[in-house]
């Protein structure tokens, strides 16, 4: 089935749009804080289509989420007892929860820091950084940096395949989808307890 083909032509659509640096900024800002998409999705297909403006776009996504990430904190800080908690508890995350506070306590900035970097949903540790009352200079410096390597890393690659990596992309989007999708099944079995 196509589904991941049809999907990726309307987001190269999309990354064309006038106001699609306004999109990414505000996908990476919800991502940080609530949002499951990641702004790679956007942010890939942008630097593909206009690869001239990759910096910038990798600079809106990194500047973004990292604000993103500091809603997280302050949310995780001020509200946890109003909003984040009951939050946790309507989804069954108490468990991974637990399991992410403690890794805060051992690793501090570095979890921060991997968390901004890897395709671990970053939004569960902005909230705990808050949570945790860890210091909030420390966390903005791991999350700019994390962001930013990030995202510069998926906008050089872009740039740097060009429409050659375009053409690629599109031969193997079905592939890749239907495959993180299978990725994403299995790991929800794996930790759903």
Not at 110 to 122: C, E, K, M, Q, R
Request: aromatic share 18%.
């Amino acid at each position: 089935m196509r589904l991941f083909s049809h999907l990726y032509d309307v987001v190269m659509r999309w990354s064309r749009h006038r106001h699609a640096p306004w999109y990414l900024a505000a996908n990476s800002v919800a991502e940080s804080v609530f949002w499951p998409i990641p702004p790679d999705v956007m942010l890939a297909p942008m630097c593909l289509a206009k690869p001239e403006r990759a910096w910038t776009f990798a600079l809106i996504a990194s500047l973004a989420s990292a604000f993103g990430g500091l809603i997280g904190y302050i949310l995780g800080f001020w509200l946890f007892d109003l909003l984040v908690e009951p939050a946790i508890i309507a989804m069954k995350y108490q468990t991974q929860f637990a399991q992410i506070k403690i890794w805060f306590e051992q690793w501090d900035f570095w979890v921060v820091f991997l968390a901004g970097f890897s395709p671990i949903p970053y939004k569960l540790f902005t909230v705990t950084a808050g949570v945790m009352h860890m210091a909030l200079v420390p966390f903005m410096i791991a999350s700019i940096i994390s962001r930013s390597a990030r995202f510069f890393l998926v906008a050089g690659l872009m740039k740097w395949g060009g429409e050659r990596m375009e053409r690629r992309l599109r031969q193997y989007v079905d592939v890749i989808g239907w495959g993180t999708v299978l990725v994403a099944v299995a790991m929800y079995l794996v930790f759903r307890n």
